[in-house]
C-alpha cells in the first residue's frame, strides 16, 4: 500500500492567507491543487513536504475569463473545465486539442492548470502549449504580484522561477487572429507524451507574421523550439517550409531514451508532429477544421 | 484532525491524519467497501467515486480535501431496493466478470448519462477511457451503458420518481 510520509496540513481561505501559511510553514510546505502530480510524487517518496496548504477552497483562481483582449485562466481551473470552455475552443484550439490527451476524464476532473505549470513536468502537455501561444504568468508573494513570460517561468525539470512562498494566480494569453493545433503521440490512451508538439501561427498577406513551436517531453529548452518559429516568419505557410521547421525542430531538442522509447525515434516524432501540428494550424487559418 | 464529509446524502464525522488518503476513509473508516482500490498509482480508475458532483480517483484525493464536501459511491446508486438503470444494464449486457472494475465504471456511467443522455460508443468510451477492465475487453461496459441510456438511465435519479417507474423491467 502506498501512503504519504506524514505533514501537517493546512487549508487556505484566500491568496493572501495561502502566502501567510506558505510563510509561516516554511520551506518544507508545498501547495497542493489538484494533487495529481504532487499526492503520486508523496506515496513514492519523491516528495516528502513537512506541510501542505490546500488552495481548492480559492474560489477566485477557479475562473475563465476575458479581460481587455485577453483570455485569462485561474490556476485552479481544472482540465475538465478548460477542455469545456467555449471561449477556449473558439480561439485557442491548441488547448483544446491538448485537454483532449491529457490524461483521462477522471484525472481531468482533479488536476488544475496551475498545478500543470507549476509541476513543470518536462511531460506536461500544458507547458509547451501555452508556450507556444507566448503566454504571460501572474503571481503573487509576500512582496506582491509580478507578471512572467511563460518563456522565462521554467529553470529546469520540476524548477520555476517561483518563490518559496508565491502563488500562480492565473495565466494570461492575448485573443489575436492566429490558428493552432497540437498534436501528440501516446502508447496508450491517456498516457504522458512520447513526444507532442504545439502550432501557433500568425499570417498576413500568405506570410508567417508570428510562429510559436511548443515541443512536449522532447528536452526543448524551455518547451520551445525557437530556431523552427525564427525559421518560418517571413516565409509562405507550405509543406516545404512546415517540412524544414520540423527537421530543425527535430533537430534543436534533447530528448532522452527512456521507456517510452530512445533519443532518435523520438526526435522524429518532434519532427513529424511539428509538421503535422503546423500543417493543422495552417487548415484551421483557412477556415477548415484539422 | 477532525473532517465532516457527506457520503452518499449522509454526515460523516470521523478524526483522521491528513495523508489518509480519500478511498481508505471510505472504506476503512466508513465501512463503505463498494468502492474499490488497485494500482494506487492514480492509473486504473477502480477507486473512482463523485467527489462535489463529478468522478474523481480517490486513491489520488486526500480524505482532509473532501472535509465539508460531497461524496458519492456506489452504495448510492440505487434508489432503495431498486437499482440505478445503470446497474441494471450491467446485470442484463453482463457488463462485469470479476466485477472488480465495476463499481468505478458504474459512477463514471451514472455520471456520463447525467450529462448526455445519448452518449454514442465513442463517447463512452472516452468517459471510461481512465478505467481498466482486465475481464471484459470493455465490449459489454460498452453495451451495459448504452442499455441504460436506452432504457430510461438518462432520468436523473431521487428527484424523479415517478420517470424512474418506466425503467423497471
Ligand atoms: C494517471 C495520470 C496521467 C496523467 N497524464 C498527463 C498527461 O498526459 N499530460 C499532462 O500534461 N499531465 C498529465 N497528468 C498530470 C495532471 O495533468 C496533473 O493534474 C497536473 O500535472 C498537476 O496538476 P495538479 O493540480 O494536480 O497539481 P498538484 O499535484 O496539486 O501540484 C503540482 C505542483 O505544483 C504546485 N502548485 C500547484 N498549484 C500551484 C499554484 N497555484 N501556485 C504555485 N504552485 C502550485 C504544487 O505545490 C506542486 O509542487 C497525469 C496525471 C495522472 C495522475
Ligand atoms: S486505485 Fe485509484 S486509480 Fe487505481
Ligand atoms: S470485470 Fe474484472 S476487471 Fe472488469
Known sequence: ???????????????????ELLTRYGPEARLVAGGHSLLPMMKLRLAQPEALIDINGLD?????????????????????????????GEHFPVLRDAERMIAD????????????????????????????????????????????????????????????????????????????????????????????AAAVLELSGGVVTEAGIGLTAVGAPRFVAEEAERYLCGG???????????????????????????????????????????RAAAARAQGQEA | ?????????????????????????????????????????????????????????SCTVLAVMADGHEVRTVEGLAHGAELDPVQQGFVACHGLQCGFCTPGMMMTARWLLDHDPDPSEEDIREAVSGQLCRCTGYENIVRSIRWAAEHGGAARPAEEDAGREEVRT
Open chain 1, 105 to 196: 476524464p477522471l484525472v481531468r476532473n482533479r488536476g488544475t492548470v496551475g498545478g500543470s505549470l507549476c509541476q513543470a513536468d518536462p511531460s506536461e502537455d500544458l507547458s509547451a502549449a501555452f508556450c507556444a501561444l507566448r503566454a504571460t504568468l501572474v503571481a503573487q508573494g509576500p512582496d506582491g504580484r509580478r507578471v512572467v513570460p511563460v518563456r522565462e517561468f521554467f529553470l529546469g525539470p520540476y524548477e520555476t522561477v517561483l518563490g518559496e512562498a508565491e502563488l500562480l494566480l492565473e495565466v494570461r494569453v492575448p485573443i489575436r487572429s492566429h490558428a493552432s493545433a497540437y498534436r501528440k503521440v501516446e502508447r496508450r490512451a491517456g498516457d504522458w507524451a512520447v513526444a507532442a
Open chain 1, 60 to 88: 477566485e483562481l477557479t475562473r475563465i475569463r476575458v479581460d481587455g483582449g485577453e483570455l485569462a485562466v485561474g490556476a485552479m481551473v481544472r482540465h475538465a473545465g478548460l477542455l469545456a470552455s467555449a471561449v477556449v
Open chain 1, 236 to 278: 509562405p505557410p507550405d509543406e516545404e517550409r512546415f517540412a524544414e521547421a520540423g527537421r530543425v525542430a527535430g533537430e534543436e531538442c534533447r530528448p532522452s531514451a527512456d521507456q517510452r522509447g530512445p533519443v532518435d525515434y523520438k526526435r522524429h516524432l518532434a519532427a513529424e508532429l511539428t509538421v503535422r501540428a503546423l
Open chain 1, 1 to 19: 500500500m502506498q501512503v504519504p510520509a506524514t505533514f501537517q496540513y493546512a487549508r487556505a481561505t484566500g491568496v493572501e492567507h495561502a502566502i
Open chain 2, 1 to 57: 484532525m477532525q473532517i465532516t464529509v457527506t457520503v452518499n446524502g449522509e454526515r460523516y464525522t470521523r478524526g483522521v491524519e491528513p495523508r489518509l488518503l480519500l478511498v481508505h476513509f471510505l472504506r476503512d473508516d466508513l465501512g463503505l467497501t463498494g468502492t474499490h482500490w488497485g494500482c494506487d498509482t492514480s492509473n486504473c480508475g477502480v477507486c473512482a467515486v463523485w467527489l462535489d458532483g463529478a468522478p474523481v480517483k
